[in-house]
């Protein structure tokens, strides 16, 4: 019995081997015949996986399958390329799942700040035209984000978005990596005062490495990209503790430079109304570096 049962395992191999050997001549020799059953097999469903907002209805919209496609039949190259022309997506995978789905894995860029292509469009299209920026500084036009995100976001400032040379869209913004981690900082460490940040200016970014930052109580918080944003935020925030304490009535904040380091920080205010009248002190006419800019320093 053992014997009888030896040979037959042994034939059972060998029947495997043959007919897969006669599987693999045909494949070799017209590879079609055997993709014919599953390019025939329509794609029944598209099954997403993605990091961020958009759907799956957005990306069957975006890739216009014929359903009566089959699986086979889709050039997954120029799929994935007409994903990728929505700057939103940042990567993106596609593969077959037999026998008749198509998986699509995507990566998004998330906005840091908002945007416009033209100066002052924000007044003119009511945030019709409005751009986002990543944190690789990438501008797209992004969709399906929500209200609460987007009012949330800084407008960026000191830079125009410059139509990119080497094709569509436009060219990447320097220094948004910095921004970001300043943002996150912020939000992280002083999440209500991450709020009040209205603008965020890189005019003195290529030259000084300083990220200019506007909010409701300052006209200017100068943050350097040298040293450590979270030291910077908690002096930032100690200081406008103080200066909450004034009496009402007082002159509005002009700026702060946190960038100066380890040194005293400048605090300047804004003009105090000039007298209507001269005064012995003060000719008419003259206004003297200190009326025009007040300051105080705050230790570190």
């Given at each position: ?39 025939s097999v ?5 099954a997403?996986r ?21 699986l ?75 209200a ?112 100066v ?5 400048p ?34």
């Open positions: 019995m053992a014997s009888v049962r030896h040979w037959a395992a042994v034939g059972a191999a060998a029947a495997c081997l043959i007919f897969g050997y006669i599987g693999w001549r045909a494949w070799r020799d017209n590879p079609a015949v055997l993709a014919a059953p599953a390019s329509p794609v029944r469903e598209i997403l993605t990091d961020g907002v958009l759907t799956r209805d957005w990306v069957e919209r975006t890739l216009k399958i014929d359903r009566r496609a089959g086979m039949n889709l050039d997954l190259a120029a799929l994935r390329d007409r994903l990728l022309q929505s700057g939103q997506i940042r990567t993106a995978v596609l593969a077959r799942r037999f026998p008749d789905v198509l998986a699509v894995i995507i990566e998004e860029r998330s906005p840091v700040l908002r945007t416009y292509a033209r100066p002052g469009a924000e007044k003119e299209t009511k945030g019709q035209d409005e751009l986002y920026v990543a944190k690789d500084g990438f501008i797209f036009s992004g969709e399906l984000y929500p609460h995100l987007i009012e949330c976001l800084p407008l960026l400032a000191g830079v125009t978005p410059a139509r990119n040379p080497a094709g569509r869209g436009f060219a990447p913004i320097e220094g948004m990596e910095s921004v970001t981690t300043l943002l996150g900082t912020a939000r992280s460490s002083a999440p209500a005062l991450a709020k009040e940040f209205q603008v965020v200016s890189l005019t003195r970014f290529a030259r000084d490495g300083v990220i200019l930052v506007r909010t409701p109580e300052v006209a200017e918080i100068a943050f350097g990209t040298r040293d450590d944003f979270y030291l910077q935020i908690a002096r930032l925030d100690y200081i406008l503790e103080q200066l909450r304490a004034r009496p009402a009535g007082s002159v509005p904040i002009h700026s702060i430079d946190l960038s380091g380890n040194r005293q920080v605090v300047a205010f804004d003009a105090p109304p000039v007298p209507s009248k001269p005064t012995p002190s003060r000719p008419a006419g003259r206004t003297t570096e200190a009326a025009r800019s007040p300051r105080i320093f705050f230790h570190p």
